[in-house]
């Protein structure tokens, strides 16, 4: 069959059958919804429900009757998901008040009973998000605020104690004044009770008279002042309580912004502020351990902050948090805010796409590029000092501790999140983890605190079956004649490009009696060049409302896009160090000088080798055996792998799993010759970055293409 002679899909009622068991998420127990707890920093901020639930009825558990309470709770958490579904909002509490309601709980007593049990068991509580499009941004913002409270919580204590110190310098100094030892100030001081008892006049005179008067020098009174008011006007952060609040003193300083032009000017213009404010408290906590001399530290505090603060200054600050979608940020906001990076503004920017599908400028095509956001990345991971974050928004409670990580992180970081909330029917959740499993929008972490390469700073360990091209799953379904088939599927680029309605067009329906071997799986066509294929057409399955599989065939820009995708993603895999082609290039380079290094040395009859000098001499009638038991005889008309150098990159088990196997060590051999074709051999030789498949003679004569797959062979032979 050729393409285009599908019917195309004019409204896309299809979806991939990978995708056939996600439907309807309310019945599925997976990382959403979120419980934003407000808890603390530790990763414990952010809750799933269902691992909320989990660990409530652990506890149950192990106080007896577990298994009613389970089964309940069961019922109350499908709840919860549906009314989230349906756009209830709320606490966690306020939901579990929701849920109970509407599965009668009014009217069961054990209902009553177990759920009223797992309420006590649930320790904590707090907003429930859904993976939908203001997810990201909440996320963010909570986690950022609870690392922000921790801050602030030492700050103010460091603060509050100099300020107490420094006004006891203040008390203390005039405490021995004439003034502070006035018979007035005498009375006010003792209390209203013994008011009659004093002479005050008396002992006034007999203090002054005592007391050796030295009084603080004016400099430092006016110091100590001056520091106080700068400690106790500060707005970088707010009062724990309304009455910690000083009298006169303006609103803290907003930390949230929605622009990078604003939190740049807002840091500039805070910038003098917060030097003062630093160097305050350099000073303050001097004064107050009395070591301050004016001698030696009045020039050096001159020139506090000129050549900016130092790191651990500006860590004490709170990060400016910028959360802005993809869509809106023009090219001039990217480089301002990479220029920030560059000059070190504690800045926390999360750039949330909401859509990959962006428009050709050349062509009335679709690309998947996500290229505003591609960019940024990069260019933040090329300037070295910037915390880097790339994940969908199904994946950030996975990486919940890296997101963390980031937001702690001194410096400045990037968080580049794919909502998943756009054109297509399907949730949020489930666009966002096809993404990621497509490679469309893969997760990667850089940070730059983890070590100083490349092996240590960058991981891709977030993204599923990281060594492929794409994730293989199983598919299950049963065929015409009712019989059941197992499958095992790449995910790809197609998939994603199938669950939206925007793509329809790239795609046609088959009908049944078309299904011909002319179809070639998508993924198949996809690893191999489109001239070895030319009489087959890529084609994908897909199942429609009714679960009935589907065939449809995929256009040629559509294959284009996924070629582009993959290399990418390929591209990302060598950053990670997987399928290196420098170390592909090395182990090549080694494995050549090996061979050369082990073939026999020409012995010259006159002069001995230096080996033969060293060495006492062996007979080599003696050296023949050992040598037969360490590289065993082999026809090169068999296949053969040399096992040891295997790096598992499952190329060739990818081929034919049947003819290729891991042994314990998980390297490859052939497990069985005759599991498939010579083709398959050859293909798997081709494939193999490391050289070591030895595709041998071909053992099946009337194979198709045995000329061209020999020559093709040679190379391996
Ligand atoms: S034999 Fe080659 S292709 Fe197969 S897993 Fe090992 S390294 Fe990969």
């Known amino acids: 069959m050729a393409q285009g002679e599908g019917d195309a899909l004019a409204r896309s009622d299809l979806q991939p059958a990978l995708l056939a068991g996600y439907r309807d998420l309310t019945t599925l127990r997976y990382d959403f919804p979120l419980v934003l707890i407000r808890a603390g920093s ?51 509490s306020k939901l579990c008040d929701l849920g109970a309601a509407r599965i009668g709980a009014k009217n069961d007593e054990l209902l009553q009973e177990s759920l009223s049990g797992l309420r006590a068991a649930l320790k904590s509580d707090g907003e429930v998000i859904d993976c939908d499009k203001a997810m990201p941004f909440r996320l963010f913002q909570h986690a950022w605020q609870a690392l922000q409270d921790q801050k602030a919580q030492k700050f103010r204590a460091e603060i509050n104690k100099l300020i107490m110190k420094l006004s006891d310098i203040l008390s203390a100094d005039f405490g021995h004044s004439k003034e502070g030892m006035s018979a007035e100030r005498l009375q006010a001081s003792i209390g209203s009770a013994h008011r009659d008892t004093f002479d005050f006049a008396a002992m006034s005179r007999m203090l002054t008279a005592a007391s050796v008067n030295v009084p603080m020098p004016e400099s430092r009174r006016q110091r100590v002042r001056g520091l106080l008011a700068t400690l106790r006007t500060q707005r970088f952060f707010p009062p724990a309580t309304e009455s910690d609040k000083w009298i006169g003193v303006a609103e803290p300083y907003p930390f949230v912004f929605e622009t990078c032009s604003e939190a740049v000017a807002a840091y500039r213009e805070r910038l003098p502020k917060m030097t003062e404010l630093a160097k305050a408290m350099a000073i303050a906590k001097l004064e107050t351990e009395g070591e301050y001399s004016e001698a030696r530290h009045d020039t050096f505090f001159a020139g506090f902050g000129e050549n900016g603060l130092d790191a651990d200054d500006i860590a004490a600050f709170p990060d400016y948090l910028i959360c802005l979608r993809a869509a809106d940020f023009r090219a001039a906001e990217s480089d301002l805010i990479l220029r920030a990076f560059v000059a070190g503004m504690p800045a926390k920017l999360v750039v949330q796409t909401d859509d990959l599908l962006e428009q050709s400028p050349i062509r009335d095509d679709y690309l998947f590029a996500g290229l505003r956001s591609r960019q940024l990345a990069s260019s933040a991971i090329g300037f070295g000092a910037s915390y880097v974050l790339q994940s969908s928004s199904s994946g950030l409670f996975q990486l919940r501790e890296q997101v963390l990580r980031g937001l702690a992180y001194r ?106 071997d002319d179809l070639l799986p998508v993924s198949e066509f996809l690893t191999r060049e489109a001239k070895d294929f030319t009489e087959k057409v890529p084609c994908l399955l897909m199942v429609d409302r009714d679960n009935r599989l589907q065939k449809v065939i995929v256009n040629d820009t559509l294959v284009r896009e996924a070629r582009r995708c993959v290399e990418a993603w390929r591209s990302l895999q060598e950053l990670g160090g997987v399928h290196n082609s420098h170390a592909a290039r090395l182990v090549e380079q080694e494995r050549k000088v090996w061979a050369e290094q082990s073939r026999p040395a020409p012995v010259s009859e006159d002069k001995p080798t230096s080996a033969a000098i060293a060495a006492p001499a062996v007979p080599a009638a003696a050296a023949a055996p050992v040598a037969a038991e360490a590289t065993p005889e082999r026809s090169s008309d068999e296949p053969y792998i040399e096992t040891a150098r295997c790096t598992s990159c499952n190329e060739c088990t990818q081929i034919n799993d049947k003819m290729f196997g891991y042994d314990a060590n998980k390297q490859a051999s052939i497990i069985n010759p005759d599991a498939g074709t010579y083709r398959q051999l050859v293909e798997a030789a081709e494939n193999c970055q490391i050289s070591i498949i030895h595709p041998g003679k071909p053992r099946n004569p009337n194979e198709p293409g045995l000329d061209e797959l020999m020559k093709r062979a040679e190379p391996f032979l």
Not at 56 to 81: M, P, S, V
Not at 426 to 444: G, H, N
């Open 411 to 516: 410096g400045p970081a990037l968080f580049s999140i794919f909502s998943g909330a756009n054109a297509s029917s399907l949730p949020p959740y489930l666009m966002a983890a096809a993404a990621a499993e497509s490679r469309a929008f893969p997760a990667f972490t850089y940070d730059p605190s983890a070590g100083p390469d490349w092996a240590s700073r960058f991981s891709l360990y977030a993204n599923s079956q990281v060594d492929l091209d794409w994730p293989l799953q199983r598919l299950d379904y049963e065929d015409a004649e009712h019989q059941l088939v197992s499958e095992t599927v790449a995910f790809t680029l197609v998939d994603f490009a199938a669950c939206d309605p925007r793509c329809a067009k790239y795609f046609a329906k088959v009908p049944r009696a078309k299904w011909t």
């Open 42 to 92: 530790d990763g414990q901020s952010v809750q799933s429900l269902s691992a909320l639930f989990d660990g409530a009825l652990k506890e149950i558990a192990a106080n007896g009757d577990g298994e009613r309470t389970r089964k309940h709770a069961g019922r109350l958490e499908r709840e919860i998901r549906k009314l989230i579904a349906e756009g209830a909002t709320g606490t966690l």
